[in-house]
């Protein structure tokens, strides 16, 4: 009687329970960025791929669930099955080319043994993701030992120039630094580079300038009798200098401007023109005289002139003789025939030249041979009057 109910239920839902067919299996399939769902799973993955319009390539691969299987591998999927295709891309650099499913770069490239080194330039980066045919630029790194100083560092580098070679070793060129050899060469074969830290300072150095001195006549000092009228002052020269240092030792020091920044100002000596006659009595009777000078006074004789030979010649013709008084040039041509009175000598005339004694003003007075006297000791020398003419005094002896 049950038996009979269930049947006729089941005529009337239109299903025969004898002969009804379970429902596939449906499983995910995601291929070409679009997930398919509901997709029968079939006896094997191509069938579901069938199903789901999705046809393999050459080198595609297929995971289930994220584990390799083959198209054709009998499986027997249960409900949540993800079939994921993952498609072939070619990738080609320089000494070959292979086809991977590899998702990057990176993972393509350890798949075909290529081992990448730290220093290694890969274009496009290994975390590119692969997509049809990629083409990379793998260029190996090489050592490269650069020194700067006294440091030394080794790095790992492709570049080509030895400036891209500086860059990728931290050491680049900055401001007037330089390399050898030059940024722009081909790194050496033998891989060694020298880096030189240039560096430049402006000095400001500063050079005192000496200051002329300067007589002028001053008529209300008496002859021979000096005054400042002006001091002096140094001036202050100033050179701008550019020194240039290589790896901190100066190498060169270039003198780029000079100007006075103060003009040296002259000091200026007042010299006495005013002439006063004076009178003094002496052992010898009283003399008028308008100038008197200290001086160191020698003695010399015709055969007492300090050479091997006698003479009497002297610088005016007159005979040498007591009365005859030497001066140093300046002096004769300023004074020739000029009368003077030393104490102890007496009265006598310039009329010859003599040498002269460093440092200090001097005569040499004159005497024959028989009455030659010796002297060595300073005296006060007066010139006595008639004054001659201004124009031709000697207003500062030397």
């Given at each position: 009687?049950?038996?009979?109910?269930?049947?006729?239920?089941?005529?009337?839902?239109?299903?025969?329970?004898?002969?009804?067919?379970?429902?596939?299996?449906?499983v995910a399939v995601y291929a070409d960025g679009t997930l398919h769902r509901g997709v029968p799973g079939g006896a094997a993955p191509a069938d579901a791929l069938e199903a789901a319009g999705i046809t393999l390539g050459d080198g595609d691969a297929?995971?289930?669930?994220?584990?390799?299987?083959?198209?054709?591998?009998?499986?027997?999927?249960?409900?949540?099955?993800?079939?994921?295709?993952?498609?072939?891309?070619?990738?080609?650099?320089?000494?070959?080319?292979?086809?991977?499913?590899?998702?990057?770069?990176?993972?393509?490239?350890?798949?075909?043994?290529?081992?990448?080194?730290?220093?290694?330039?890969?274009?496009?980066?290994?975390?590119?993701?692969?997509?049809?045919?990629?083409?990379?630029?793998?260029?190996?790194?090489?050592?490269?030992?650069?020194?700067?100083?006294?440091?030394?560092?080794?790095?790992?580098?492709?570049?080509?120039?030895?400036?891209?070679?500086?860059?990728?070793?931290?050491?680049?060129?900055?401001?007037?630094?330089?390399?050898?050899?030059?940024?722009?060469?081909?790194?050496?074969?033998?891989?060694?580079?020298?880096?030189?830290r240039v560096e430049e300072e402006i000095l400001l150095e500063q050079v005192t300038v000496p200051f002329d001195t300067l007589t002028q006549p001053a008529p209300d000092l008496e002859i021979d009798t000096q005054q400042v009228v002006q001091v002096g002052a140094?001036?202050?020269?100033?050179?701008?200098?550019?020194?240039?240092?290589?790896?901190?030792?100066?190498?060169?020091?270039?003198?780029?401007?000079?100007?006075?920044?103060?003009?040296?100002?002259?000091?200026?000596?007042?010299?006495?023109?005013?002439?006063?006659?004076?009178?003094?009595?002496?052992?010898?009777?009283?003399?008028?005289?308008?100038?008197?000078?200290?001086?160191?006074?020698?003695?010399?004789?015709?055969?007492?002139?300090?050479?091997?030979?006698?003479?009497?010649?002297?610088?005016?013709?007159?005979?040498?003789?007591?009365?005859?008084?030497?001066?140093?040039?300046?002096?004769?041509?300023?004074?020739?025939?000029?009368?003077?009175?030393?104490?102890?000598?007496?009265?006598?005339?310039?009329?010859?030249?003599?040498?002269?004694?460093?440092?200090?003003?001097?005569?040499?007075?004159?005497?024959?041979?028989?009455?030659?006297?010796?002297?060595?000791?300073?005296?006060?020398?007066?010139?006595?009057?008639?004054?001659?003419?201004?124009?031709?005094?000697?207003?500062?002896?030397?």
């Amino acid at each position: 009687m049950h038996r009979l109910i269930l049947v006729l239920f089941l005529a009337f839902l239109g299903s025969d329970p004898l002969t009804t067919t379970p429902e596939p299996v449906r499983v995910a399939v995601y291929a070409d960025g679009t997930l398919h769902r509901g997709v029968p799973g079939g006896a094997a993955p191509a069938d579901a791929l069938e199903a789901a319009g999705i046809t393999l390539g050459d080198g595609d691969a297929l995971q289930r669930n994220g584990l390799p299987i083959g198209p054709d591998d009998h499986w027997n999927p249960s409900g949540g099955e993800v079939l994921q295709v993952l498609r072939a891309a070619r990738l080609t650099w320089e000494s070959g080319e292979i086809t991977t499913t590899a998702a990057t770069v990176g993972a393509a490239l350890r798949e075909a043994g290529i081992a990448l080194r730290a220093g290694d330039r890969i274009e496009p980066a290994p975390e590119t993701p692969l997509a049809g045919g990629l083409s990379v630029s793998l260029d190996r790194a090489r050592p490269v030992t650069m020194t700067i100083g006294d440091r030394r560092l080794t790095a790992w580098t492709p570049a080509e120039t030895v400036g891209e070679a500086l860059l990728d070793g931290g050491l680049g060129l900055q401001g007037l630094d330089y390399s050898l050899p030059p940024a722009g060469d081909p790194v050496p074969p033998e891989g060694e580079i020298r880096v030189v830290r240039v560096e430049e300072e402006i000095l400001l150095e500063q050079v005192t300038v000496p200051f002329d001195t300067l007589t002028q006549p001053a008529p209300d000092l008496e002859i021979d009798t000096q005054q400042v009228v002006q001091v002096g002052a140094y001036g202050l020269q100033v050179s701008r200098v550019r020194v240039r240092y290589e790896d901190g030792v100066e190498v060169a020091r270039t003198t780029e401007a000079e100007w006075v920044a103060a003009e040296p100002q002259p000091r200026i000596i007042g010299y006495g023109t005013e002439i006063v006659v004076r009178s003094l009595d002496t052992p010898d009777g009283p003399i008028e005289y308008w100038r008197s000078v200290q001086a160191y006074a020698t003695s010399y004789s015709p055969c007492r002139l300090g050479t091997d030979s006698c003479g009497n010649t002297t610088a005016s013709g007159l005979p040498l003789a007591k009365g005859m008084v030497a001066v140093i040039r300046p002096w004769y041509n300023a004074m020739v025939f000029s009368q003077v009175y030393v104490p102890g000598y007496g009265v006598g005339v310039i009329a010859d030249i003599g040498g002269g004694v460093s440092g200090q003003h001097w005569i040499d007075l004159g005497y024959s041979d028989e009455n030659w006297q010796s002297w060595s000791q300073t005296v006060t020398v007066y010139f006595l009057t008639p004054v001659p003419p201004l124009d031709s005094v000697l207003w500062i002896l030397p």
